[in-house]
């Protein structure tokens, strides 16, 4: 059983599209996240939820948009797509969100904006 | 500075030889320290979480902590091909909620 899925794992686009990106966690985790790595494979948090309640939101532009509906679910919808949007997307959880525990990936999403 | 640093690499190390990857920190990280390992087109995986001053083993890997130098480190001794990845250090937000991670670090081992 996967911990932490995320669907899909590639998505090819064009510019101005939207695209969205769900997960899924059945590690009974309060606390999912989405990150983004770039091409340098720096690995940056985007969005933090804890039992469904936002509680980091790093100056992200406003053309994303997490949305949890139970805490074992979190989506990335992305408006509007740019260049710039092209990484990898993963998803992760972990037990709690003081950011001092473990934090589980999922196999993350190839984004790539044409 | 920024919040984790770790050198970029390549670092590369014979088969057999210990692999030793550094990482600082500054004083926006603390608590808990961790390392994941990242193979190419795959996502990171814990290897080690340190929480305490000193040394903490694992089979071959050996992590040490410094608070008083914010300096995270992570041996790998006997290393093998298979070791060849990234390696991501990452600390606790001093304010909490998030964990902060390095650029990352990567391990080439020639068999």
């Known amino acids: 059983d996967t911990a932490v899925s995320q669907t899909p794992k590639y998505l090819v686009t064009q510019m101005g599209n939207d695209k969205s990106i769900k997960c899924e966690q059945n590690l009974g985790h309060d606390t999912m996240y989405w990150y983004k790595q770039d091409s340098k494979k720096f690995l940056k948090i985007m969005f933090s939820y804890n039992n469904k309640e936002l509680i980091i939101n790093e100056t992200v532009p406003n053309r994303f948009s997490p949305k949890s509906p139970d805490k074992a679910h979190l989506n990335l919808h992305i408006n509007s797509l740019e260049l710039g949007d092209s990484a990898v997307y993963f998803c992760?959880?972990?037990?709690?969100?003081?950011?001092?525990?473990?934090?589980?990936f999922g196999e993350g999403s190839w984004l790539t904006v044409v | 500075q920024k919040e984790v640093e770790q050198n970029s690499g390549p670092l590369s190390v014979p088969e057999g030889a210990i692999a030793s990857l550094n990482c600082t920190y500054s004083?926006?990280?603390?608590?808990?320290f961790f390392w994941y390992r990242q193979y190419s087109g795959k996502s990171p995986e814990l290897i080690m979480s340190i929480y305490s001053n000193g040394d903490k083993e694992d089979g071959r890997f050996t992590a040490q902590l410094n608070k008083a130098s914010q300096y995270v480190s992570l041996l790998i001794r006997d290393s093998q091909p298979s070791d060849s990845a990234t390696y991501l250090c990452a600390g606790g937000h001093t304010g909490g909620f998030k964990t902060i991670f390095g650029a990352g670090t990567r391990l080439f081992v020639k068999a």
């Open positions: 992760a959880s972990s037990q709690d969100g003081t950011g001092w525990v473990t934090i589980y």
């Open positions: 004083d926006r990280v603390s608590q808990s």
